[in-house]
């Protein structure tokens, strides 16, 4: 069983910028391949972005395709998501997600295996 733990949200002015963390525990790290999603009031979790297990490839969202990037530390079981320009339309409930099968950006989220309980972005304008 694999637990999932997010960090690094708040409350940031549009334009600026949050890394969010994601620490893994209880299972073989790099056999997983993670990915973060996102979820704002009223709206369904849609997908942010995603990387293979080696860290070799990743997937984003158009949404946020050149402002986040994805990236992972196998040594310190983490993933991180770091966002630039923010913009108060990325507002939400950040959750990191472990698959262990392949990625991508079509991945649906109940293909994946384990979540986080989630940490709050919140973008003013």
């Known amino acids: 069983q694999v637990q999932l733990v997010e960090s690094g949200g708040g409350l940031v002015q549009a334009g600026g910028s949050l890394r969010l963390s994601c620490v893994a525990s209880g299972g073989t790290f790099s056999s997983y391949a993670m990915a973060w999603f996102r979820q704002a009031p009223g709206m369904e979790r849609e997908f942010v972005a995603a990387?293979?297990?080696?860290?070799?490839?990743?997937y984003y969202a158009d949404s946020v395709k050149g402002r986040f990037t994805i990236f992972r530390d196998n040594a310190k079981n983490t993933v991180y998501l770091q966002m630039n320009s923010l913009k108060p339309e990325d507002t939400a409930v950040y959750y990191c997600?472990?698959?262990?099968?392949?990625?991508?950006?079509?991945?649906?989220?109940?293909?994946?295996?384990?979540w986080g309980q989630g940490t709050q972005v919140t973008v003013s304008s």
């Open positions: 997600a472990a698959r262990s099968g392949v990625v991508g950006a079509r991945i649906p989220e109940y293909d994946y295996d384990y």
């Open positions: 990387i293979t297990r080696s860290g070799g490839s990743t």
